[in-house]
Nanobody, 125 residues
Framework: QVQLVESGGGLVQAGGSLRLSCVAS????????MGWFRQAPGKEREFVAT????????YYVNSVKGRFTISRDNAKNTVYLQMNSLKPEETAVYYC??????????????????WGQGTQVTVSS
């Protein structure tokens, strides 16, 4: 069982930056693939980024490549999402998720077993 708690969301102007954090409970964090998803009002949950257990392999949705970076600190049971050059259309609730397999269908929300409660990110124009 893994419990995930996100933090770091907030209000930022377009072009600004935020760093989201997700702390996981459990002693097997380092064996889990971690992912970030987002969901805007009225839209489906969308894949953003994922990291393998070691952090050595990552994937991103095309729209955030070069601006967002996923990283993890297994000693702290924490995964991060550094978001730069944010756009108003990226306003959403951002969720952290965990799964045991890599890579598989890492872009599908249904492939993840555990989810956090989400953190709101609002980007003003």
């Amino acid at each position: 069982q893994v419990q995930l708690v996100e933090s770091g969301g907030g209000l930022v102007q377009a072009g600004g930056s935020l760093r989201l954090s997700c702390v996981a409970s459990g002693r097997t964090f380092s064996s889990y693939t971690m992912g970030w998803f987002r969901q805007a009002p009225g839209k489906e949950r969308e894949f953003v980024a994922t990291s393998s257990w070691s952090g050595g392999s990552t994937y991103y949705v095309n729209s955030v490549k070069g601006r967002f970076t996923i990283s993890r600190d297994n000693a702290k049971n924490t995964v991060y999402l550094q978001m730069n050059s944010l756009k108003p259309e990226e306003t959403a609730v951002y969720y952290c998720a965990a799964r045991q397999f890599w890579p598989g269908n890492y872009y599908e929300s249904g492939a993840y077993e555990y989810w956090g409660q989400g953190t709101q990110v609002t980007v003003s124009s």
